[in-house]
């Protein structure tokens, strides 16, 4: 759209008046920040002073002076760092102070109000908005509506009224480089502009074209939970990263950065998306993996396989009979059947009559069995096992004390009369002794009666018949079953842990009430949702149920075949239906057309999602010799691309293993790197990289290595090519030797 001449002017009129108030406020915050700075120098030298006379007669009022000080000095530490906020705040504005407009006519008013919307507000001495920080009430606007009706809810009620312009902006060093009036929604042209562009760093906030259904998501605050189904590339993970940042600004009062943790599939992705929060002005979250965190509630018992480790293991290990019983184990021990079973076997030992004996000592019965039963079937009935079982040994300990301190005192009488010792120390040490030793019995009984031991009863339910059977699994056989059992039983013994008996252990852990809450949590946010067991919603369910969660995923990128979501359905059952709101995006953002169509194709169902209209090279397939021909390819490509402009280009293979051996064979012919660690750093530039450790992550070019039969043989590889291929936003390749994967 064109502007005349005059419209252009007032808009530079504008931002000059803006950047004008930022400088002014930036000038006074800096030198306020001088004075803070000059008055912090002073109290310390002031307090050093105070402390070099100090004496033993007025020692108490010099640690009140003291204690004066560090108040002061603590107090002027907050407001410097408050300072230095506003300082970075004021220079982000100075860079680029907005990005879209919008004229608002508020219904029974005769006001027209000029709203621009920026990464922060700006507010004038006299109270005006010069901007509009982009999470405000008012500014959810910009977002959801067009030219036309529109209203927002703020803490007085609804507004209404009708928007009558709609205008976007790009500044660059505060400058203005165009803007134009987008009538429709925020409009496709500046976000295809955004989509065309390469990946030159870590993830990208999208604050200018965040689209109507993803605010949705990110305001989304009517619901405790929420569960977000979204298509490959439909912006989920920058949903839930600008999700938190208005999280962050609307309840900027009560909870800080610290209050926010996301779940995430590995330290490369925690890398990759950590510079989202800082562009939008915010302090990263804190950020785990459900592995880290599992380990960490587990406890240092045990050798524990990392996630990654048992990856591997899927995808690069030979498939031997021991591949068979390991796979096995983790499809089991993942399936919603065995959760079912997990809870019914908590349920059993925990009502289970644990031949509660009758506790006598002396020829005094101190509680009888009929008691122990009453407090654990009725009085203590509504607490964990654990908890029960702790409560009730407090109880019967603390009804021997009276009869054992007589005891003590009793022998001791006797000893004295019988004896010559005389000192009272040794008198009491033997006589506690030798009452002790009565009691061994009793206290080795009670021990019996109250004790809960996780391992064993983990260890317990793979010996029972009744638990685990054909008739619960039925697409297990007899032998399957029996193997698994064995197979597990054996790696307890020897004191590991593999990955897929972690969580049922932790569940285990956790049903009978040995782990407490997280209550300092008040947000949590689990991206990559589908690769999670019910298991391990259960528990996240557990140490989160007083937070506010946020789950997204994509169903059709399941990578491990064996342990995964399978269907959020699942979910509901944990978390509480009414406090729950499933939502789905279904507009891919990442890729060109041809790319998501072809991905699209490798999945061989009818998806109805939209895609931005971008378009681009066809992806090839292309069949080689032999491997060193691949490899001459891809140093070829990679030139090329670079050359082009590109700059991340991502060879993606099936596991660690083949990502070494690729690595080898190209390192000294190009430049490339190579991601083998969960814990690695990040990289935009060329990587070889296995699927497992690519989700999540994008690249300009994807080349996929080896799509032959011997590396994609089955259904369970479907899903994980597709997870490949959407990871590419303008090129996609994929090459093989030998005979194409029959997947696409
Ligand atoms: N509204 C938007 N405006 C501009 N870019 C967007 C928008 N939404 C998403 N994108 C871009 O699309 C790409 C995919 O986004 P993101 O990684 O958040 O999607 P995802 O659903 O988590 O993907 P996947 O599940 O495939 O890993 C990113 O480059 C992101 O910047």
Redesign the pocket.
Known sequence: MNFNDQEWISEIEWLEEVLGETRKQLDENNSMKDRLETDTRETQKEMWQDLGSVSISNGLEQIADFMSYINTMKNQKRSNEFAIKLEEKFERILLSPYFGRFDFDEKNTKVTEKCYIGISNLIRENCEFMIYDWRAPISSMFYDYEIGEAQYDCPDGIIKGEIILKRQYKISDGNMEYMFDSNLK?DDEI?QN??SKN?DQK????V????RE?NQVIRNEAYNHLIVQ????????????HRIAYLLYKHRETITAKNILIFSPNGIFNDYISNVLPQLGEDNMSQTTFSDYMHAALGPAFRKEKYSDMMEYIFGADKNDYYQIRVGSIKLKSSPEFYEILKQYVEAISSKDRNFKDIVFNNQVIISSEEIKVLFFEEYANLPLKRRLQKIKERMLFLIEPYKKRRIKDEAKRLVKSSSIIDKTELTIKSKALVNAELKSILDEIERMTNCNFVELYRNLYRSKEYLNKSSFESFSVEQIKQIKKYTIENLNAGILYYEDQAPLLLLKVMLGELPKTTDIKFVII??AQDYTAIQYDILYHFFSHANITI???LN?SINPYMNVGDYALIEKIFPRQETLRIT?NK???STIEIIKFSRDILKKSIEDECVERSGELPQVVSFNDSEEIFERIIKDVKHYKENGYKSVGIITKSVKQTEYVYAQLKDRVHVNAIIHEDDEYICDTVIIPIYLA????FDVVIIYDVNTDNYCGEEDRLQLY?AC??A?HVLNLYYQGEKTYLF
């Open positions: 925020i976000l955004m989509l990946t993830m990208k906030a999208i200018t074209t965040i689209q993803q979204g298509a490959a590339g439909s912006g989920k993970t920058s949903v839930a990263l991206d990559e997204l995923g994509d990128q995006l891919s953002y990442r989700k999540g992550l994008e997870t959407t990871r936003l």
